[in-house]
């Protein structure tokens, strides 16, 4: 029989064994973890504080570790802080991390050691990462309200279908009348929605496997990319707001020292667009050549006139990067104004077609009784 101190001891050693195995699980995540934009943002804002501060790199770590509520982020600064305790820099510890340090941020801190001015640089970093929170926060807002309605009405049609208009087809069944036609179709919609359900929510599952398997191949994303561009009412937004980020991210990148082919790979792979990736490859060779940025600029389609000119401009007076920050401010307050436009003019189209679908669906029921009633009334 086991004593009161033998259980104690073996509950012990049951809980040091489940918080061993949550220390590895979370360990293991750390290798993979992958940071919200957002949370990078801060935690380069904090740090390039704490820099300027003048706190030793390890102490501002440590530091950031302790207050960060993230337990699988608090183990990757921990990695990273022992490693920069043992000799190595701190570009190379945060390259163990790719998914949660993006190379922006690599090169950038790369750029900062070399300088000697890592404090200043990661502040401009911070003011980056804070610039591109705010483009997403802006294209979120312009998304939200229109998806939302959109899946408001599709889910209030769909109750109509299946458990409301069959209680209006049991009861016109007993009125022994044709009904008219598009009480009929609908009825007929209903009924098919109620005994295939399953095969339409397989078929919408299939549909929407396929097309993200399909724009996840290069082809397929490069096809998404030049949809998104030209569709109507939201190309010209996502077409600003690349455009936005391209400046930015070159400005940034160029004003902290880093070389202008390296920029034009990492603008690359941070734009996200096969268009802006095109372009930095056709503007990395160019420039190798011993050409300009703008040569590329004026015979890509991609890129506005203003915007050719001004980095023309630029090149000009020595001034580039600065150049590139003011183009992006630019699309940033074009955004701020295609977004307020955008929610003006699709919140009455919204209103409209939720009105039409409900509407007429609520007709179409509601017609064969108008027409017994106006039938009766004939009668006497």
């Keep these: ?6 259980s104690g001891k073996s509950q012990s050693n ?34 390039a504080s704490l820099l300027q501060a003048g706190l030793p790199l390890v102490s501002c770590l440590e530091a950031l570790q302790d207050q960060t509520e993230d337990q699988v982020f608090r183990i990757v600064i921990r990695d990273v802080r022992n490693d920069i305790s043992t000799g190595t820099s701190f570009s190379a510890s945060v390259k163990k991390f790719p998914k949660a340090f993006p190379n922006l941020f690599i090169s950038m801190v790369e750029a900062g050691e070399a ?26 807002s312009a998304m939200t309200y ?19 208009i069959p209680v209006f087809a049991a009861m016109f069944a007993d009125f022994g009348a044709k009904l008219p036609l598009p009480t009929q179709m609908l009825i007929d919609l209903s009924n098919f929605m109620k005994a295939w359900w399953w095969a339409l929510a397989l078929g919408a599952y299939g549909i929407f496997y396929s097309v993200s398997k399909y724009v996840a191949t290069p082809v397929g994303r490069r096809q998404k990319d030049l949809f998104l561009v030209r569709a109507p009412i939201f190309g010209n937004m996502v077409h600003k707001i690349a455009l936005s980020r391209f400046c930015r991210t070159y400005a940034t990148l160029m004003r902290s020292g880093v070389p202008i082919l390296r920029t034009l790979e990492i603008v690359s792979s941070a734009s996200g667009k096969v268009q802006v990736e095109d372009a930095c490859a056709e503007i990395a060779k160019h420039v190798s050549q011993g050409g300009q940025v703008s040569d590329i600029m004026a015979v890509n389609p991609f ?13 000009t007076t020595g001034n580039v990067d600065g150049m590139m920050n003011k183009i992006a401010d630019f699309y940033d307050t074009e955004i701020d104004a295609t977004v307020a436009a955008l929610t003006s003019l699709i919140e009455p189209l919204l209103i409209t077609f939720l009105g039409v679908v409900v509407g007429g669906i609520v007709m179409a029921m509601f017609l064969p009784i108008f027409q017994l009633g106006a039938v009766a009334g004939g009668l006497q």
Excluded: C, W
């Design 1 to 6: 029989m086991a004593t009161p101190a033998t």
């Design 14 to 47: 049951v809980r040091a064994a489940q918080a061993l195995a949550k220390q590895k699980g979370l360990e293991k995540k750390a290798k993979t973890y992958k940071l919200d934009l957002a949370e990078l943002s801060i935690f380069t804002s904090q740090l």
């Design 115 to 140: 300088s000697g001015g890592l404090a200043e640089i990661l502040g401009k970093v911070a003011g980056y990462f804070e610039s591109s929170v705010k483009l997403a926060k802006k294209v979120k």
């Design 146 to 164: 229109p998806i939302a309605v959109i899946g408001l009405a599709i889910a209030l049609v769909n109750v109509l279908l299946i458990f409301v």
């Design 303 to 315: 890129f506005p006139p203003m915007m050719k000119h001004m980095v023309k401009a630029g090149e």
